[in-house]
């Protein structure tokens, strides 16, 4: 497998990852950047793109999604209820293929993509677990969270999520690679994250 991360542009600095198997299948988590990054890399390592994962559906997110379906007839996977046509979340129903369902496993060659659902910075949230990798997309930031407060956000749901975040069977070292700021590891984030330790604190109180 080769990896690649393409650092968003300012001011949103969105991460964006393209994953290559050893068969020369590609894989885009979360396609901030314009197609023609994506299609650089493509074309470099002969590699054909087949895959595009979202974490959720928010613009920042999604910006070339459509465009790289359309290109490299890529399946394209984000939850329904994100795609609402909206400036916000602006892919509608017909621009994706498929959403997740809890707890699958998505395979691309030897990628295994495990998905389990993390609402709360939208309805639609996911994190997604590829060998050493999770991509927390906006669930969890090193550090910190995603807000709750833009549109299919609910701060009820991401408490649910951040516990649920906690127990997941992930391993410590797991590299944490958020939608935005800089990588972490899963142990770090269970043992410094005040937003994680506060919605464990908070479970044991009720």
């Not at 795609?83 to 621009?95: E, F, I, S, V, Y």
């Not at 993390?118 to 639609?124: A, F, I, Q």
Request: hydrophobic share 35%; glycine share 10%; with cysteine.
């Amino acid at each position: 497998m080769q990896a690649f991360h393409i650092p968003g542009a300012a001011p949103l600095y969105t991460n964006t990852f393209l994953l290559i198997s050893d068969a020369g299948h590609a894989v885009v988590i979360d396609p901030a950047a314009d197609a023609q990054t994506y299609d650089k890399i493509l074309k470099e390592n002969n590699a054909q793109l087949t895959t595009i994962l979202c974490t959720h559906g928010h613009y920042d997110h999604v910006g070339s999604a459509g465009t790289l379906r359309r290109e490299h007839k890529a399946r394209l996977y984000c939850e329904p209820v994100d795609c609402r046509g909206t400036q916000l979340l602006p892919l509608k129903a017909d621009d994706v293929d498929s959403g997740y369902e809890e707890g699958e496993t998505i395979a691309v060659d030897e990628l295994k993509f495990t998905v389990w659902h993390t609402p709360g910075h939208t309805e639609g949230g996911v994190v997604l677990l590829c060998g050493e990798y999770l991509f927390a997309g906006d669930t969890v930031f090193q550090g910190s969270m995603g807000r709750t407060d833009l549109e299919g956000g609910d701060d009820r749901k991401m408490e649910q999520s951040l516990r649920k975040f906690a127990k997941l069977p992930i391993p410590r070292e797991t590299q944490l690679l958020p939608g935005h700021g800089d990588f972490s590891t899963m142990g770090q984030e269970l043992d410094n994250n005040f937003y994680i330790r506060q919605a464990l604190r908070n479970a044991k109180a009720e």
